[in-house]
């Protein structure tokens, strides 16, 4: 996906379809993406200085879901120098608009675009706890293939 592409895909609304729409993300964005990161996790919050790094680095991959009240998820991707491989580092949906099919929308246009730069893996660790993206991930596709015990800041299991 270009800076300048944006991909409009119709999301699950309880009242109304909404239209998402998915993009690179900017330093215009930088004050939603640090909201929603504080609004969304207790701990392992992305700093605002690690987004504007993520921001200004090639090799990253950070795309925003905005829906018709604004920036409304993100999805952050790193790619591995000198491999084929690329990491799902962090995903987020506001809380307001979980639910809507965005954050499988998200992954998806994070697929494509590491796919376009090279890459034919893409690894993730997710809490053991976090059920919802646990069953997004296998709906999706992916596979368990390992455990990493006292990954998070709380101590939890990736």
Same mark, same amino acid.
């Given at each position: ?7 409009? +895909?119709?999301?699950?609304g /309880?009242?109304?379809?909404?239209? =998402?729409?998915? %993009?690179?993300?900017? @330093?215009?964005? !930088?004050?939603?993406?640090v909201?929603l ?20 680095n ?8 905005? +829906?018709?009240?604004?920036? /409304?998820?993100?999805?952050?991707? =790193?790619?591995? %120098?000198?491999?084929? @491989?690329?990491? !799902? ?32 893996y ?13 069953? =997004? ?22």
């Amino acid at each position: 996906m270009s800076s300048e592409a944006q991909e409009q +895909i119709p999301v699950r609304g /309880a009242a109304r379809a909404a239209e =998402l729409r998915l %993009r690179d993300a900017s @330093l215009d964005d !930088l004050d939603a993406l640090v909201r929603l990161e504080d609004a969304s996790f207790d701990s392992d919050r992305l700093s605002r200085r690690s987004f504007r790094r993520f921001l200004q680095n090639d090799t990253d991959f950070l795309l925003v879901a905005e +829906i018709e009240t604004g920036v /409304a998820g993100y999805i952050l991707l =790193l790619k591995h %120098r000198g491999t084929r @491989l690329a990491r !799902l580092y962090s995903i987020c949906v506001d809380t307001a608009a979980r639910g809507l099919g965005i954050a499988a929308a998200l992954m998806r246009a994070g697929e494509d675009a590491v796919r376009e730069r090279g890459c034919a893996y893409l690894r993730l660790e997710v809490r053991r706890d976090n059920e919802p993206a646990i069953q =997004l991930y296998r709906k999706l596709g992916y596979r368990l293939f390992g455990t990493i015990p006292h990954y998070y800041e709380d101590d939890q299991e990736a």
